[in-house]
């Protein structure tokens, strides 16, 4: 109970955060030290790829569109849970100890929260067993119970990160699908009700996975590595605007993708090179009609997540909004572990009863927190 109430106290925790993303390529860990307010230290990081056997038949899982009972979804959440176990423990060693506590996130199956439902996979109870550590896990159900979105929720983070940078500014991930976060002006005494800082965020469009799936379909590549592909092809301007003429780019925020919301099979046909620069217009394209439909134009865009190592994305959105265009590391931050240093922090919220999640965000009906806590 002494170690319980530890948790629940006020005092910062070492945490590792864990993040599989919608693009599927592996699992991302890393350390951080917060009491859920503010952000104490940064640990190191690491990722670890999926083997491409495992990775495919993930994708194949994904991809069926199962529902919970699934004969082969307990057999895969267990082998998902035991890689992120691995994960910890390679981790610990390289720091010298365990943390205090984990957060999971999981690996997204879909997102319905028009039907109050989203799926990721990930026994939180047999990871806490594996490590013989507390596990904070299901960090979305709470928010889409209520009728929320569910997602993003890096948009919490994301404002501790730019805190001290000049507003408004955006944040842009561009992960298996893409999401922004716009940050404005501080509030004075906002009250419990309301984020401290004007604040939106919301899921813009596809990330990287329909180019990924692309690339892995036509030639058998995992992605389109220094946009090699996509910089050799023309964007085909009629299937672009097909595809950006789906409702959900006119509906306003607060809003929210499942990984295969959209159809590509309007680019069969194309090149492969044509079809990848479409898609990359695409993601950019889509990214840039969601600023244009924040509050206030941005000062600055800073871009994590991997779509910023696609030098033609990153162009492409420069010329699109006309903005200064920036990877997060431009601020000292690392835009590969983002997301797991996330989880971290928000099992550490989710603990002590904080919100993860605000109206301006989700468009829950009032702050919320969320998470369940798995004892060993």
Same mark, same amino acid.
């Given at each position: ?10 005092? #910062?925790?070492?945490? =590792? ?46 991809? &069926?569109?199962?529902?919970? /009972? /699934? ?9 998902? @849970? ?20 984990? !957060?999971? /996130? ?14 990721? =996979? !990930?026994?939180?109870?047999?990871? $806490? ?12 159900? *709470?928010?889409? $119970? ?16 730019? &805190?001290?940078?000049?507003?408004? =500014?955006?944040? %842009? +991930? ?6 922004? @976060? ?5 509030? #004075? ?16 469009? #596809? ?10 379909? /036509?030639? !058998? ?24 003429? *789906? ?25 492969? $090179? ?12 889509? =990214?840039?009609? %969601?600023?244009?439909?924040?509050? @206030? ?9 991997? !779509?910023?190592? +696609?030098?033609?994305?990153? $162009? ?13 590391? &431009? ?32 468009? *829950? ?12």
């Amino acid at each position: 109970m002494d170690e319980l109430a530890r948790l629940k106290g006020s005092e #910062p925790l070492s945490v =590792i955060g864990l993040m599989s993303g919608t693009s599927m390529d592996g699992i991302d860990a890393a350390w951080v030290e917060t009491d859920g307010h503010v952000i104490a230290a940064h640990g190191p990081s690491l990722t670890i790829p999926y083997d491409p056997a495992f990775r495919a038949r993930l994708h194949r899982f994904v991809a &069926a569109v199962p529902d919970k /009972h /699934h004969p082969q979804a307990g057999a895969l959440e267990a082998a998902l @849970t035991d890689l992120h176990a691995a994960a910890v423990k390679t981790l610990s060693a390289q720091v010298g100890r365990a943390p205090d506590a984990v !957060g999971f /996130h999981g690996q997204t199956v879909w997102h319905r929260p028009h039907l109050r439902q989203t799926w990721q =996979i !990930g026994d939180g109870q047999r990871l $806490a067993r594996a490590l013989k550590l507390p596990v904070v896990f299901d960090f979305r159900s *709470a928010d889409v $119970a209520s009728g929320g979105q569910g997602a993003p929720l890096l948009p919490l983070f994301h404002a501790q990160i730019v &805190a001290e940078r000049p507003k408004p =500014i955006v944040v %842009a +991930n561009i992960g298996g699908v893409a999401n922004i @976060t716009w940050l404005g002006e501080a509030r #004075p005494q906002a009250g419990a009700a309301r984020f401290p800082f004007a604040i939106l965020g919301f899921d813009t469009g #596809p990330g990287n996975a329909l180019l990924d799936d692309w690339m892995l379909k /036509h030639t !058998g590549q995992v992605m389109d590595r220094d946009a090699r592909t996509a910089s050799a092809g023309r964007v085909d301007a009629a299937r672009l605007h097909k595809l950006l003429a *789906a409702p959900f780019f006119a509906a306003p925020p607060p809003k929210s993708l499942d990984r295969l919301a959209f159809d590509v099979a309007v680019l069969e046909g194309l090149s492969v $090179a044509d079809g990848a620069a479409t898609l990359v217009e695409f993601t950019a394209a889509s =990214i840039a009609k %969601a600023i244009a439909q924040c509050p @206030t134009p941005p000062r600055h865009v800073l871009v994590t997540g991997g !779509g910023r190592h +696609n030098p033609l994305m990153m $162009a492409r959105l420069k010329a699109l909004t006309g903005l200064p265009i920036d990877p997060i590391e &431009a601020v000292g931050c690392d835009g590969d572990v983002i997301e797991a240093q996330a989880f971290g922090y928000f099992a550490v919220r989710s603990l002590r009863g904080l919100p993860l999640t605000y109206p301006e965000i989700t468009g *829950a009906p009032r702050p919320l927190t969320g998470g369940r806590l798995a004892l060993a």
